[in-house]
T-cell receptor, first 114, second 119 residues
Framework: NAGVTQTPKFRVLKTGQSMTLLCAQDMNHEYMYWYRQDPGMGLRLIHYSVGEGTTAKGEVPDGYNVSRLKKQNFLLGLESAAPSQTSVYFC?????????????FGQGTRLTVV | AQKVTQAQTEISVVEKEDVTLDCVYE???????LFWYKQPPSGELVFLIR??????QNEISGRYSWNFQKSTSSFNFTITASQVVDSAVYFCALSEAWFRETGANNLFFGTGTRLTVIP
């Protein structure tokens, strides 16, 4: 049982490049989330999904897009990377809303945009 | 407004000392949940505890204990007889109903407290 797996773990991008971060969970969870972690700011929600085929905006969605074509996968896309998107990105999943169940987090993706 | 405040940015203790990490939260909801997560140097987030707003009983798990006080909106975390392996960043988080149109909610994280246990 792998839990939540993020790919890649590290990436360096040039300004203006695009990339996709993949999150995969094998727990049959309905809810999936993408967070970013910046120094001194804790984690902030970018986008989330309440089920296959659904996505919604979180606190800091600008500059990102997401897709949830399959229940087990949640993709985070950066169409034109900017230095302000340098961060550590965490994916999470939960069976139900936070509180009713625990959230499981991936190991994070460290992205640097130069 | 900050929903979760962890005023202690960094704490250092000598091994075997007790240490308390403070967490103060803000919410208008009557139903909410509080969490603590540990982020060791390896970077992953490890779930420690979940507590709902209707359960003010303190909880103890081995060397860890949590004190939830609604009167002061605090959910403090104490490590007894600290060990080097406790060195990590600890996050307190609050979940409340936020995205009412989708039925989902969010985890609001504090800024974390970096604990260093010196051998």
């Amino acid at each position: 049982n792998a839990g939540v797996t993020q790919t890649p773990k590290f990436r360096v991008l040039k300004t203006g490049q695009s990339m996709t971060l993949l999150c995969a969970q094998d727990m049959n969870h309905e809810y999936m989330y993408w967070y970013r972690q910046d120094p001194g700011m804790g984690l902030r929600l970018i986008h989330y999904s309440v089920g296959e085929g659904t996505t919604a905006k979180g606190e800091v969605p600008d500059g990102y897009n997401v897709s949830r074509l399959k229940k087990q996968n949640f993709l985070l896309g950066l169409e034109s990377a900017a230095p302000s998107q340098t961060s550590v990105y965490f994916c999470a999943s939960s069976l139900n809303v936070f509180g009713n169940t625990e959230a499981f987090f991936g190991q994070g993706t460290r992205l640097t945009v130069v | 407004a900050q929903k979760v405040t962890q005023a202690q940015t960094e704490i250092s203790v000598v091994e075997k000392e007790d240490v308390t990490l403070d967490c103060v939260y803000e919410t208008r909801d009557t139903t909410y949940y509080l969490f603590w997560y540990k982020q060791p140097p390896s970077g992953e987030l490890v779930f420690l505890i979940r507590r709902n707003s209707f359960d003010e009983q303190n909880e103890i798990s081995g060397r860890y204990s949590w004190n939830f006080q609604k009167s002061t909106s605090s959910f403090n975390f104490t490590i007894t007889a600290s060990q080097v392996v406790d060195s990590a960043v600890y996050f307190c988080a609050l979940s409340e109903a936020w995205f009412r149109e989708t039925g989902a909610n969010n985890l609001f994280f504090g800024t974390g407290t970096r604990l260093t246990v010196i051998p």
